[in-house]
């Protein structure tokens, strides 16, 4: 649980791996702006997933260590349903603190796009 006794290396182990991997879809995205190389198809599919497909396994995973999978396959659900499942259960786990997790998901998975897109308005 998140509370205000959390410390930043607990934070950092629940969702440091989220960090790194939106700095390196960041840099992946960067490095194709900087070459003007046009992305092939599989590294378009994969700078475009990633992101979204590591936050939803990090619900599936912290619905599994919580005993708190609704259904038999609840990673088929989260993957069609996400838009609604994740927020539903974030704070339903985690209370209020869910939206905070809500918000570090969408910066997280904006984060690219975003630096992207300056990147690309500069150039």
């Known amino acids: 649980m998140i509370s205000k006794d959390t410390t930043m290396t ?10 790194v991997l939106a700095i390196a879809v960041t840099g992946f995205n960067l ?3 900087y070459s003007w190389m046009d992305m092939s198809h599989a590294a378009h599919l994969l700078s475009s997933w990633v992101m979204p497909m590591s936050i939803l396994f990090w619900v599936e995973c912290d619905a ?10 609840f ?12 927020p539903v259960y974030l704070i339903r786990t985690y209370g209020w ?3 905070a997790i809500l918000m570090l ?11 992207s897109f300056i990147v690309w308005a500069v150039m």
Do not use: H, K
């Open 75 to 86: 990673g088929l659900f989260l993957y069609y349903a996400s838009v609604f499942v994740v």
């Open 10 to 19: 607990e934070l950092f182990a629940r969702f440091g791996w989220l960090f």
């Open 97 to 99: 603190a869910g939206l």
């Open 31 to 33: 490095f194709y702006l």
């Open 105 to 115: 998901f969408l910066g997280l998975w904006l984060v690219p796009i975003v630096a």
């Open 64 to 73: 599994r260590s919580r005993c708190r999978t609704p259904c038999f396959d």
